[in-house]
């Protein structure tokens, strides 16, 4: 059973261009968390999807970062027009519900130039 | 605003010892506590915790949770190597989805 998967690992960027990160929850899993961690600091929660729909994006920044959850497909986490501040890992997790336990993806790691 | 606080922020150790990390947290409707692992990648869930007092076990990870004083230790015995990593833990409401992380613990387990 895959566990969650990320992708890519890795993306480098110059500042103003777009990134798109990727995130597969586990198999059986509905809902999904994107959670960033900036350097010397903890993880913290930016958005909650289910499918086709944004439950929660209270910790996401105003502008330029949008996410989404398909139908058929991976979750996206878009932003647009990055600047050396979007530099960060990025990680997904997934659940079978809301009140159980998230497992984690491996994370991106964005380095914007 | 929801606060978790881990102590020590960092901790290194011999091989055999045993090692308690701890998470107090302020969390407003408070539902759940629960402790991560992360090395060089992923979080690796451990434990969640609901309950006051009934620890909960696995290998040579332990953790229990008081939710009168409002804190959870997670307890290492006998520490190995592999043992090495920041252990995180994370509050959740009663509104069921976000995690709300402290800062981490960095425990080193040296031979």
């Known amino acids: 059973n895959a566990g969650v998967m990320q992708n890519p690992r890795h993306l480098v960027r110059r500042r103003g261009q777009e990134a798109r990160l990727r995130c597969s929850p586990m198999?059986?899993?509905?809902?999904v968390y994107w959670y960033r961690q900036l350097p010397e600091e903890g993880l913290k929660f930016m958005v909650y999807?289910?499918?086709?729909?944004?439950?929660?994006e209270s910790g996401m920044p105003k502008e330029r970062f949008s996410a989404e959850f398909p139908k058929e497909g991976p979750s996206i986490l878009r932003i647009q027009q990055v600047v050396r501040g979007d530099s960060a890992a990025y990680f997904c997790?997934?659940?079978?519900?809301?009140?159980?336990?998230?497992?984690f993806g491996p994370g991106t790691r964005l380095t914007v130039l | 605003e929801d606060k978790v606080v881990q102590s020590p922020l960092s901790l290194v150790v011999h091989e055999g010892d045993t090692v308690t990390l701890n998470c107090s947290y302020e969390v407003t409707n408070f539902r759940s506590l629960l402790w991560y692992k992360q090395e060089k990648k992923a979080p690796t869930f451990l434990f969640m915790l609901t309950s006051s007092g009934i620890e909960k076990k696995s290998g040579r990870l332990s953790s229990i949770l008081d939710k009168k004083e409002l804190f959870s230790i997670l307890n290492i015995t006998a520490t190995q190597t592999g043992d090495s990593a920041i252990y995180l833990c994370a509050g959740t409401t009663n509104s069921g989805y976000a995690l709300n992380f402290g800062k981490g613990t960095s425990l080193l387990v040296t031979p």
């Open positions: 198999k059986g899993h509905s809902h």
């Open positions: 999807l289910q499918k086709e729909n944004i439950i929660d």
């Open positions: 997790a997934s659940s079978q519900s809301s009140y159980n336990e998230q497992f």
